[in-house]
């Protein structure tokens, strides 16, 4: 059986990895960061917005700034056959 994170692969999905910076109310003037990775769609990035959402809603730090990076290395358009092989001695 597949690994759900190969399935979602197959699906579209690509790793992406955001890093949140935040501040504290205790600690306005200090800026803290939290990496977060998840396998989602870009360019509307859908469980990276429900994710800052709750982040507003539930959590104390405000957001400062959000730098993603997304991955579409690996697709189901990339696997191709081989029908050649060479060997070098």
């Given amino acids: 059986m597949a690994s759900r994170d190969f399935r979602k692969m ?5 790793l992406t ?3 949140i910076y935040y501040r504290l109310p ?10 977060w990775q998840e ?12 994710f800052l959402a709750f982040w507003e809603k539930s959590l104390d730090g405000r957001l400062h700034s959000v730098h993603v990076a997304h991955s ?7 696997f191709s056959l081989v029908d ?6």
Avoid: C, M, W
């Fill in 26 to 35: 205790d600690h306005p003037a200090i800026v803290q960061s939290y990496i």
């Fill in 72 to 78: 579409g290395l690996i697709k189901p358009a990339e």
């Fill in 17 to 19: 990895t955001a890093n």
């Fill in 84 to 89: 050649k092989e060479f060997h070098l001695h």
């Fill in 39 to 50: 396998y989602d769609l870009q360019p509307s990035f859908p469980q990276l917005r429900k």
């Fill in 10 to 14: 197959l699906e579209g999905y690509g």
